[in-house]
């Protein structure tokens, strides 16, 4: 009977000893799964989110942006469009997890104003097609096959509402002009569907309304009285028509595209820091 209990004794203690090791175990496998899940790209996905370039690696150094640069991904989950901050550019990208793929495709062929924008725009363009993952949450990382960083984006303007533009070029009915006049028009989005700014020649108010995520209607558009001179005048009656026009709007870093629902541009404007 000693014996048997010995043995007894043995067995249960050798029992505790593999439910430790279980335990012990399984503890293990908790810690990996939550470092996994705790990583900045888990869950993360890119569709519909836009980015404005804050830095880039060039010769192993990093180097904060000199010009706005943009990089939005569409809500399709397979085009993307961004700016160097000298042109624009077109493409498509794959994500899985948090490896990513871009493609890119057209870019613009303006010339830059400096060198430094320059080497910026050169940096973009060899960098993106590169990329193979990213981490997200407060910022975008942009990594090559190695894992280096070579490009890194902070989040762009969300949405319309607290948000104040200068134009950048309005609808005359025939083209998009830009000028000196276009620039004199403003355009603050009010919380409550209040949009109000300077048409040019007056000051105006309007009720906007936003639906889905590219959907934007103006209405109720008024303005003040002031005479001004037939230019000032003439814009302002193209700028107000314009805005009756719109349909949708996009963001991409820091301008924004007023557009009908034929997708023609009826204005566009900088953001206001």
Do not use: H
């Not at 901050?85 to 890119?104: H, R, Y």
């Not at 942009?142 to 533009?165: F, I, R």
């Amino acid at each position: 009977m000693l014996r048997i209990r010995r043995v007894t004794g043995r067995a249960v203690l050798g029992v505790g000893a593999i439910i430790a090791i279980v335990l012990s175990s399984c503890g293990d496998d908790s810690k990996d799964s939550a470092a996994t899940a705790s990583g900045a790209a888990a869950g993360t996905t890119l569709n519909g989110t836009s980015w404005v370039l804050s830095n880039y690696v060039d010769a192993n150094a990093s180097v904060t942006a000199v010009a706005v640069a943009a990089l939005d991904f569409d809500a399709d989950g397979s085009t993307l469009s961004g700016s160097t901050g000298c042109n624009s550019f077109g493409g498509k990208f794959k994500q899985d997890g948090s490896k990513l793929v871009i493609t890119l495709g057209p870019t613009t062929l303006k010339a830059c104003t400096d060198d430094a924008a320059n080497k910026q725009e050169q940096a973009i363009l060899k960098q993106l097609p590169l990329v193979a993952s990213f981490t997200g949450g407060q910022q975008l990382t942009l990594q090559d096959k190695s894992g280096s960083t070579v490009l890194v984006y902070k989040p762009g303007t969300a949405g319309l509402e607290g948000t104040s533009w200068t134009g950048t070029g309005v609808n005359t009915g025939s083209a998009v002009e830009s000028n000196a006049l276009t620039e004199t028009i403003t355009a603050t989005f009010g919380p409550s569907g209040a949009l109000s700014g300077f048409a040019g020649c007056n000051d105006y108010t309007a009720t906007y309304k936003t639906s889905g995520s590219d959907g934007l209607t103006i209405t109720a558009v008024a303005t003040t009285r002031k005479a001004c001179d037939e230019s000032k005048s003439a814009l302002e009656a193209q700028y107000t028509a314009a805005l009756e026009k719109v349909a949708t709007y996009s963001i991409s870093g820091t301008t924004l595209t007023l557009r009908d629902s034929g997708g023609a541009i009826q204005a566009s404007y900088a953001l206001v820091p």
